[in-house]
């Protein structure tokens, strides 16, 4: 069965620094793709960025990237330049590649973080 | 433009009623989900629906049942709500490739359930 694991349920960052949200995940499937999701405290789900387990290059999507080591099975997200309105939960996720659970997505407990002035 | 939306936001009930939550999607996506949140934070998806057929039933009771009218409408009835049923349900969407694309799931904006 797959599994993510967000270890750090809080993470605090001073504003215009960088932070980084650790993310590590088990699966036995080789086509698996992850992705991160923000939940402020409005409540929405915000899609933030996807890593393919066969992409080569890490994902980037603004002051977001991931940084992605297969060996390690880890996918951490690394947020640049923090702005106070990145203050929000964050969840890794990973999509089954097959079978009866395609297309389901496994959510890790996720990470507040929380930007200071 | 609303890309996934919910109705209604918030639902408060008592024990013992029965419910529905609708969803509905104008991105064109063939595959449709509920998840629930719980108090912890914790999501877990409970159905999704592939062009209106079922493709995933995670273990849900049967008091819970979906339905799709069509493509873009995903509705979830509760039957005879219990104090448990009590969290966030958010419906997704998604295009699915077959693992040749990202298969990105776009959230709505969620329904907050409390039974009383």
């Known amino acids: 069965a797959q599994k993510i694991t967000q270890t750090q349920p809080g993470m605090f960052v001073q504003e215009k620094e960088a932070v980084t949200l650790d993310c590590t995940y088990d699966t036995s499937d080789p086509s698996y793709g992850l992705f991160w999701y923000k939940q402020p405290s409005s409540g929405e789900m915000i899609f933030l960025i996807y890593?393919?387990?066969?992409?080569?290059q890490n994902a980037t999507e603004g002051r977001y990237s991931l940084n992605f080591q297969k060996a390690r099975k880890s996918a951490n997200l690394v947020i640049s330049a923090s702005q106070l309105g990145d203050s929000a939960m964050y969840f890794c996720?990973?999509?089954?590649?097959?079978?009866?659970?395609?297309?389901?997505?496994?959510f890790g407990q996720g990470t507040i973080l929380t930007v200071h002035p | 433009d609303t890309a996934v939306s919910q109705t209604p936001k918030y639902l408060v009930t008592q024990m013992g009623n029965d419910k529905s939550i609708k969803c509905e999607q104008n991105l064109g996506h063939d595959t449709m989900y509920w998840y629930k949140q719980d108090s912890k934070k914790f999501l877990k998806i409970m159905f999704s629906?592939?062009?209106?057929?079922?493709?995933i039933n995670e273990t849900v009771p049967n008091r819970f049942s979906p339905k799709s009218p069509d493509k873009a409408h995903l509705n979830l009835h509760i039957n005879s709500l219990e104090l448990g049923d009590s969290a966030v349900y958010f419906c997704a969407s998604s295009q699915e490739t077959g693992g040749t694309g990202t298969d990105t799931q776009y959230f709505g904006p969620g329904t907050r359930l409390t039974v009383l």
């Open positions: 890593q393919g387990s066969y992409d080569q």
């Open positions: 629906y592939n062009n209106k057929e079922l493709i």
């Open positions: 996720a990973m999509r089954d590649a097959g079978g009866t659970s395609y297309g389901k997505l496994t």
